[in-house]
């Protein structure tokens, strides 16, 4: 059974309080968009009840490009490599992607989540008392019993743990404790997580993942192009809700973005931002959720697209083909 988190997590701080509502955020708006049909999961209903209220059909827009976007280069890289891998969701929150490549035989060897051991206990939680979700995890696991108690969980093939990724040598400890393994090819995932840490400690993360793995993709969604008036007034929305965007400096630009990267042990990096990655989803699906909702604000829609980005770098010293060409968009 793993130890509760450690002292170095300080659970008054506002600025993580605000980060972790940002989680419910991304969660509701992710129930909402499911519910009219944007795309399938089964399983969100048992971590958010309430579809609760509407969102905007460019917010639903925006939500698919996201979840497809992070969805296809997730699956090719598992594809590529015969699942036989492990994978890191830095900042998962109630993210239920476990269950979907469960469902799908797209399985890694292990898939881990890191998140605030608050939203961690919560996930725990929702997993115990409900059998649609812990069901999974049991029939993926070997022995009778899981370890499981306040700030992780651990089976063979999916495992959670409560840490603050600003604390690198104790997430390094428990990642291992957990039979992470560094000489398999590994999949790290964040969502709108390194913007809340300062340029430093997002570089000392990445950079601790490029030392600890020899073949690896990283692959990051969050903002880009903040510079300009409509970056700022996504800011000072932010700053109302107390939620300040620590590392926003590197969302200056897609080339900042893979910046990150490339200094700090990368080989290679790519980026587009979620305009350009909207517009290379499959036509026929583009066609199907482009009917659910009428869509007044093109433009709004559009902007919103260019304000955010995925960026993913590769270190490809297993040669999983050409910096695994597969695992992009074009």
């Not at 009219?36 to 209220?53: A, H, L, N, S, T």
């Not at 409900?130 to 089976?155: M, N, R, V, Y």
């Not at 903002?223 to 700022?232: A, I, K, L, P, S």
């Not at 200056?252 to 290379?280: H, I, P």
Request: aromatic share 10%.
């Amino acid at each position: 059974i793993g130890k509760p988190a450690g002292p170095a997590f300080t659970d008054s701080d506002t600025a993580d309080e605000a980060v972790r509502a940002t989680c419910d955020d991304a969660s509701m708006c992710k129930r909402f968009a499911t519910s009219k049909g944007y795309w399938k999961d089964p399983y969100i209903q048992y971590f958010v009840r309430q579809v609760g209220e509407r969102k905007a059909p460019e917010i639903n827009r925006g939500y698919y490009a996201r979840v497809q976007g992070m969805n296809h280069l997730l699956d090719a890289f598992l594809r590529k490599t015969a699942c036989d891998c492990q994978v890191i969701n830095f900042g998962a929150g109630l993210d239920t992607t476990f269950w979907r490549l469960k469902d799908e035989n797209l399985l890694p060897k292990k898939y881990f989540e890191v998140d605030f051991p608050m939203v961690v206990a919560r996930k725990i939680h929702n997993i115990k008392t409900k059998p649609p979700l812990s069901k999974p995890i049991i029939e993926t696991h070997s022995s009778d019993s899981l370890l499981i108690d306040g700030h992780s969980l651990d089976s063979d093939r999916y495992c959670i743990i409560g840490a603050d990724l600003r604390e690198l040598p104790s997430l390094d400890e428990k990642l291992k404790k957990f039979q992470l393994n560094p000489e398999l090819p590994t999949l790290l995932l964040s969502e709108c997580v390194l913007v809340y840490m300062t340029p430093e400690q997002s570089s000392r993360l990445v950079h601790w993942a490029a030392e600890t793995f020899h073949t690896a993709m990283f692959v990051n969604y969050e903002q880009v192009n903040m510079t300009d008036r409509f970056g700022q007034v996504m800011i000072e929305n932010l700053q109302r809700r107390q939620c300040n965007l620590a590392g926003v400096e590197v969302c200056c630009s897609l080339e900042s973005q893979k910046e990150r990267f490339l200094k700090t042990g990368w080989e290679s990096a790519n980026a587009l931002d979620m305009a350009a990655v909207y517009s290379v989803l499959p036509q026929d699906d583009m066609a199907r959720i482009e009917r659910l909702e009428f869509l007044d604000e093109k433009e709004l829609l559009q902007q919103l697209l260019q304000h955010y980005s995925i960026c993913w770098a590769f270190k490809d010293k297993l040669k999983l083909g050409k910096s695994c060409k597969e695992c992009d968009y074009v």
